[in-house]
């Protein structure tokens, strides 16, 4: 099987079908998930994310997943040699290390003991909120220390504080530029651009709009300038700064989990960013 995804847009887009509120269950989303990895557009496709609490409820997928761990911290070590010994490859693990007020070092403590014992990569879910920074240089210790950890933030919810704005956004991404960390997000990028959800009045952020951003901070650029990109609701500025980097690979942000991956690929299509087409 060929592929017309380009190096830029590489495992962009998790498969988050089973993630609430899903209507499906664990057999069809493997089997969906099959079809994505044997389709042209394969390579922009990243794991299946798998909550931890469905696990043991149906039959696990015997593929390489990702596990999101719902579930309390200490219980994820069991978790993954249940998972492991049914069938199970782990690809790597995301999971929550605070509540949104909360002092993240307790939780990331926990998870950097995990991470430790394993050999996948984990991602630590850090709320924008109080205590991040200090978060993201505990991160940046441990991976100096060889662990392999990184952050994981969520960008959307059901109250317009869970959205960060573009310059909140932009801050983010520039500290985590500035510590070598690479980064995945979470809820609200159901599109390219960011764009205004005429049901709930939320403003989300656009996956391309992101991507462009960190490009521009890979590069070198300051917060007010990765806040622009994140601003923008037109794709005219960011089409041509994604095509023209589209062969070179993606610096960190390493994707985003959608509940139908087809959605991201039919605008990265529809945007020329990706030259395929459904056969």
């Known amino acids: 099987m060929s592929t017309m995804v380009p190096p830029l847009y590489a495992g962009l887009v998790d498969d988050a079908s089973l993630l609430p509120p899903s209507p499906i269950g664990l057999t069809e989303a493997e089997a969906k998930f099959h079809e994505h990895a044997s389709a042209w557009y394969a390579e922009l496709i990243g794991a299946l994310l798998v909550p931890a609490s469905v696990v043991g409820s149906e039959p696990v997928p015997r593929l390489a997943g990702a596990l999101i761990g719902d579930i309390p911290a200490g219980a994820l070590p069991a978790t993954v040699e249940k998972l492991r010994s049914a069938g199970m490859v782990i690809a790597h693990v995301e999971a929550a290390v605070a509540r949104r007020g909360e002092d993240p070092q307790p939780g990331l403590a926990l998870l950097r003991t995990f991470a430790a014992q394993e050999t996948f990569h984990v991602w630590a879910e850090i709320p924008l909120s109080w205590g991040l920074i200090g978060a993201l240089d505990t991160l940046a210790e441990a991976r100096r220390a060889g662990q392999s950890i990184a952050p994981k933030f969520r960008v959307g919810g059901l109250a317009a504080e869970l959205f960060p704005t573009p310059v909140e956004l932009a ?46 901070a890979a590069d070198g650029a300051e917060v007010a300038e990765v806040a622009e990109a994140l601003a923008a609701t037109h794709p005219v500025p960011l089409v041509e700064p994604a095509r023209s980097r589209r062969e070179m690979p993606r610096p960190l942000f390493a994707g985003f989990g959608a509940a139908n991956v087809v959605e991201p690929l039919t605008e990265l299509v529809r945007l020329g960013l990706i030259n395929g087409g459904y056969e």
């Open 171 to 216: 801050a983010v991404i520039c500290a985590c530029r500035d510590r070598e960390l690479p980064f995945k997000l979470a809820a609200g990028l159901r599109h390219a651009t960011r764009h205004t959800d005429p049901e709930t009045g939320f403003t989300h952020h656009g996956f391309l709009n992101v991507l462009v951003a960190t490009l521009l």
